[in-house]
């Protein structure tokens, strides 16, 4: 029993003692080749590892690895005792970063690993000079007032617009677009789209990111920034109907800031002309497409803004048709118009227009005179009709128009019109008919004019109206019945209104 416990003892004694040799032996690296240094021949490279004790080459060539530029390369092995040497499948290339790694789990024949992994750097660029990022802008924890800031990096040497784009990246994304100046050592970042208010972005730079030599930066960068906190709501500080002539003139809203209506009463803008447009001014530059999605007009044309899209303090609206005489419109202006930094305004503006602007009447018909006696130089006896004219007696007799037989005579047609207008004269020959219900009469038009009347007088009452005279040819029959003089629908100015109604003055015979 002695025995057997004093051979286990001697067991336990020599296993402690291979033990603690193991511990305090070392297996490591003890030369290599390249160096780490610059390289002009990469052809000439011969890469290699000398150990400190036999190696288990399996191990080793497992846990081996050549990268260049961060790509694995491919290659065979070749031993010569504690020897190991790396032959790649392809010649190593210029302007590259290699390093020769092998880890920690590499170990000797006695199944001891290396204290530590070996890592070996060279490099066959010309230019040892790495890229450095000089300046960033915005600044680390910059807050910027305006969402549509640009992002500008610096480097110490120029660099493409290929490698910003797979190296710089911003967190939460932003999508947008790289220039370069200063001869590609100033990249400049203009986003697409505003940074979003109240939001932090992160700028980051890959080490990966190179110059134009192929050089790559040394390490990560990162930055931080935000947009600043803009609270000043913008409102709209008036509006106004823009002239013509270039003048300005104010419209009064129905519902103003403290969002009380005239329901009563309601606040009306007059005199509205057919070529007059919308101006809005408001407090602050304002989002162009939110000032369309917000504008509205009831019971009249559509609007066209005029200005460019963008923000800007001062809009002007265009109407796609002329509003309609006499008609009467109201033009909405809702809340949530936006400025850059997202405030949106609160109030609505409601503006009632009444279309009734003195130059944009259109013209119209307001009666007729006929002369019962054409050819009495002392007495025409001329009667007047007004429109308003319901189934009148006209007195035709046949002492002076006698039946079957073409009398010389006139018309004189008496028109309504804008003020300083004249009625265009061929739109009345192109208008102007007589229509009997059984061939009462039937009247030739042969000439128009608008002066040196047969009948110097105005109608009374009607001195205001523009007179218009046709001469032509009146033939009388026996017949009884309807006549209707008529003014088609079309009727022009020489200001270019036009009315869309037609005229008839019905007579009896």
């Not at 081996?64 to 790396?86: M, V």
């Not at 010309?126 to 910027?144: F, G, N, Q, T, W």
């Not at 008036?238 to 009463?265: C, M, N, P, V, W």
């Amino acid at each position: 029993m002695k025995l057997v416990l004093y051979f286990l003892f001697l067991i336990s004694l020599i296993e402690f003692t291979s033990c603690d040799i193991l511990r305090f032996s070392q297996f490591e690296i003890v030369s290599w080749t390249p160096a780490e240094a610059y390289h002009s021949e990469p052809e000439n490279i011969f890469i290699s590892l000398t150990f400190s004790d036999n190696p288990h080459k399996a191990s080793v060539e497992r846990n081996f690895s050549l990268t260049g530029d961060g790509n694995r390369i491919r290659g065979k092995f070749l031993w010569e005792g504690k020897k190991i040497s790396f032959l790649p499948f392809l010649p190593l290339e210029k302007n590259t970063d290699y390093i020769i790694s092998l880890t920690s789990d590499a170990r000797n024949t006695e199944g001891l690993s290396l204290d530590e992994a070996f890592n070996c750097k060279f490099t066959t660029r010309a230019d040892s000079e790495r890229p450095v990022l000089v300046s960033c802008y915005p600044s680390m924890y910059a807050k910027l007032d305006n969402q549509r800031s640009e992002v500008r990096l610096e480097f110490s040497l120029p660099v493409s617009l290929k490698t910003l784009y797979e190296n710089v990246s911003f967190n939460p994304p932003a999508a947008g677009f790289w220039l370069l100046e200063d001869s590609g050592r100033t990249a400049v970042f203009t986003p697409a789209e505003p940074w979003t208010q109240n939001k932090y972005y992160e700028i980051k730079i890959n080490s990966s990111l190179t110059d134009n030599n192929g050089m790559n930066v040394r390490n990560d960068f990162t930055s931080n920034f935000s947009i600043g906190t803009d609270q000043e709501i913008p409102y709209l500080l008036y509006a106004q109907r823009l002239l013509k002539s270039g003048e300005l003139i104010d419209l009064f809203s129905d519902k103003g800031f403290s969002g009380i209506t005239h329901a009563e009463f309601p606040i009306e803008n007059h005199d509205w002309e057919k070529d007059d447009r919308l101006l809005l001014v408001f407090s602050k530059p304002v989002d162009s497409l939110s000032v369309k999605n917000y504008i509205s007009i009831e019971d009249g044309p559509g609007l066209v803004m005029e200005n460019s899209n963008g923000f800007k303090n001062e809009f002007v609206f265009k109407f796609d048709n002329k509003p309609v005489y006499g008609s009467r419109f109201t033009i909405r202006i809702k809340p949530g118009i936006k400025d850059s930094a997202e405030n949106e305004t609160k109030d609505e503006y409601i503006y009632k227009i009444f279309a009734n602007g003195k130059y944009s009447k259109p013209p119209e018909l307001a009666g007729i005179r006929i002369p019962m006696s054409p050819n009495n130089e002392s007495n025409f006896n001329a009667i007047f009709f007004p429109l308003d004219t319901v189934f009148g007696i006209i007195p035709i007799s046949d002492e002076h128009y006698p039946s079957g037989e073409s009398v010389k005579t006139w018309i004189e047609l008496y028109f309504y019109a804008a003020e300083g207008a004249s009625v265009d004269l061929f739109s009345v020959m192109e208008l102007f008919r007589t229509d009997t219900s059984n061939n009462v009469i039937t009247f030739s038009p042969r000439q128009i004019k608008i002066d040196n009347f047969k009948i110097t007088e105005h109608e009374n009452g009607f001195e205001d109206c523009i007179r218009v005279e046709i001469i032509g040819n009146l033939t009388n029959s026996t017949n009884y019945g309807l006549i209707n003089f008529q003014i088609a629908n079309g009727l022009k100015d020489n200001l270019g209104n036009k009315n869309e109604n037609s005229f008839t003055i019905s007579l009896v015979k």
